[in-house]
């Protein structure tokens, strides 16, 4: 099972916005790629739910089949299929460690979550794609070495989101209630996944 561990910006470059939060993801560097990029070539309905689709995609680090696989199980819960998607996609662990601010990026908590530096209600949980819940405390593992990567990613000035308590003292984080849009990132329109995968 391949994973892609090239340049983060040539999967900005492809898909028009920054997946990542990296400095350099903007700008000039964000242009399409080749001489002269695709000028004059129109997009067709298909290739514009498929390039919001990968945007989502590559910014939570998944492969198809797992990413597929999350959608059909968001599409079998009661709700919104769409918010419900994005939901489940927020609540991985690997997702929940890079909002609490332990890693820089979701592909360095990924790398965090499978050396066992995260604890899950106080068992240790090295699975990146364990879906978290409500009421759940994420904490990093009480010894030196995972304290340090923690405050050497300045975890303290992390803007963490609204759904989440955090506790800045212990290294830790509470799920208090269910992300709501407003929580995701705005560079991508989830309906737009949900057609390409209805289609």
């Given at each position: 099972?391949?994973?892609?561990?090239?340049?983060?910006?040539?999967?900005?470059?492809?898909?028009?916005?920054?997946?990542?939060?990296?400095?350099?993801?903007?700008?000039?560097?964000?242009?399409?790629?080749?001489?002269?990029?695709?000028?004059?070539?129109?997009?067709?309905?298909?290739?514009?739910?498929?390039?919001?689709?990968?945007?989502?995609?590559?910014?939570?680090?998944?492969?198809?089949?797992?990413?597929?696989?999350?959608?059909?199980?968001?599409?079998?819960?009661?709700?919104?299929s769409g918010l419900n998607f994005l939901r489940l996609l927020e609540l991985r662990l690997q997702t929940q460690v890079y909002r609490m601010g332990f890693a820089k990026t979701i592909e360095q908590?990924?790398?965090?979550?499978?050396?066992?530096?995260?604890?899950?209600?106080?068992?240790?949980?090295?699975?990146?794609?364990?879906?978290?819940?409500?009421?759940?405390?994420?904490?990093?593992?009480?010894?030196?070495?995972?304290?340090?990567?923690?405050?050497?990613?300045?975890?303290?000035?992390?803007?963490?989101?609204?759904?989440?308590?955090?506790?800045?003292?212990?290294?830790?984080g509470k799920i208090v209630t269910l992300p709501e849009r407003e929580d995701f990132p705005k560079f991508f329109n989830e309906q737009s996944v949900v057609e390409f995968y209805a289609r």
């Amino acid at each position: 099972m391949a994973r892609y561990t090239g340049p983060k910006v040539k999967l900005s470059r492809r898909v028009g916005v920054p997946i990542a939060d990296i400095p350099k993801h903007t700008g000039k560097e964000l242009q399409i790629p080749g001489m002269h990029g695709y000028r004059g070539r129109r997009n067709t309905e298909y290739g514009v739910r498929l390039i919001e689709k990968q945007k989502l995609r590559y910014h939570y680090g998944m492969l198809e089949k797992q990413f597929r696989n999350t959608f059909e199980k968001a599409s079998n819960m009661h709700g919104n299929s769409g918010l419900n998607f994005l939901r489940l996609l927020e609540l991985r662990l690997q997702t929940q460690v890079y909002r609490m601010g332990f890693a820089k990026t979701i592909e360095q908590a990924r790398q965090f979550v499978s050396h066992q530096h995260v604890f899950v209600n106080g068992k240790l949980v090295d699975i990146p794609s364990y879906t978290c819940k409500i009421g759940d405390v994420i904490s990093v593992r009480d010894r030196d070495a995972s304290k340090g990567i923690a405050r050497r990613n300045h975890y303290e000035g992390a803007p963490v989101p609204v759904y989440i308590e955090p506790d800045i003292e212990g290294m830790a984080g509470k799920i208090v209630t269910l992300p709501e849009r407003e929580d995701f990132p705005k560079f991508f329109n989830e309906q737009s996944v949900v057609e390409f995968y209805a289609r």
